[in-house]
């Protein structure tokens, strides 16, 4: 049915609000997030504006690095929503 189809968009803004709770939560700045994870503030800031697709290993790498359930078999959070966009 069309109603059970998710709208890819609204998913990326999802996944760009929950990295955004997440690295709050870890009282993480962008700038930290983006050390850590070998990248620019500005990407981060725009992943958490869901001005940038994201990839599977970004979501992997979120997985990894904040812990989230299921990461250490490849179905951790970020995993779970960017399989969704892919929908």
Known sequence: MAGDQQDPDALRVHFGLELRRTRLLAKLSQN??????????????????ADKTV?????????????????DQDEGHFRLI???ILL
Not at 32 to 46: D, F, H, R, S
Not at 58 to 68: E, G, I, P, R, V
Request: charged residues 25%; aromatic residues 10%; contains cysteine.
């Open 32 to 49: 930290e997030l983006a050390k850590a994870l070998g990248c620019t503030p500005q990407w981060i800031c725009q992943l958490e504006k």
């Open 55 to 71: 990839s599977e290993q970004t979501a992997l790498d979120l997985d990894t690095y904040f812990k989230t359930d299921g990461w």
């Open 82 to 84: 960017h399989q969704s």
